[in-house]
Structures are given as C-alpha cells and as structure tokens.
C-alpha cells in the first residue's frame, strides 16, 4: 500500500522560510516524479513545482519562481520543498503527489498517490 505523508507545514511571518517534507512508501521512489500543489480556501487546487525521478528536471509556477525550491532525496524516499520569501498569499494546504511517468507535469490528474496535506500560514 501506498502512503505520501507530508510534513513541515506550520506559521510564520511574511518573508520567513519554511521547509515541507514528503515521504513516500510502498512504491519504488525513484520511478516517480514527485510534484507539489496547494490549495488555499475557496479556491481551486493549484501546481507548484514538480521534479523528475532524477531530480535532473525541476519545473516551478511562475508564483513561486525564484522563491520556491524543490528537492529529493532517493535514498531517504523523500521530497522536500524549501520556501522563502514568504507571503500572505502561500497561505494554504499543501500537498505532495507522485506520477508514475517519471518527469513530471503541473496537471493534478497525472498524479496516482496523493498525501493528506500540510498547512501553511503566512502572517502579513
């Protein structure tokens, strides 16, 4: 059986840092591209970044570029996302989901194995 838990979520301030895990088991990790999404109230579940099986290709919304960076570790079957520059507007649930064609992609129904989810709080 499958499992993605992720964790790390939590409050901080504007312009603060966080870092999100994602570990996965009960598949063989490095097959999948991991991606990352989010979804805040009231709104529609949205990409955020994804990375090949590799890790050789990362992809990232044009929202977080520059501030957002994700991350893997094979060894440890784990995805990281490491966010700074925080801002109100990152406030959400965060989610980590794998996608069994290995490069990754920003399109949600790509993606077989989904966590429960994380939140962050971003406090203006």
């Known amino acids: 059986q499958v499992h993605v838990v992720e964790s790390g979520g939590g409050l901080v301030q504007a312009g603060g840092s966080l870092r999100l895990s994602c570990a996965a088991s009960g598949l063989t990790f490095n097959n999948y591209a991991m991606g990352w999404f989010r979804q805040a109230p009231g709104n529609e579940r949205e990409f955020v970044a994804d990375i090949s099986w590799s890790g050789g290709n990362t992809y990232y919304a044009d929202s977080v570029k520059g501030r957002f960076t994700i991350s893997r570790d094979n060894a440890k079957n784990t995805v990281y996302l490491q966010m700074n520059s925080l801002k109100p507007a990152d406030t959400a649930v965060y989610y980590c989901?794998?996608?069994?064609?290995?490069?990754?992609?920003?399109?949600?129904?790509?993606?077989?194995?989904w966590g429960q989810g994380t939140q962050v709080t971003v406090s203006s």
């Open positions: 989901a794998a996608e069994t064609r290995g490069w990754g992609t920003s399109l949600g129904r790509e993606y077989a194995y």
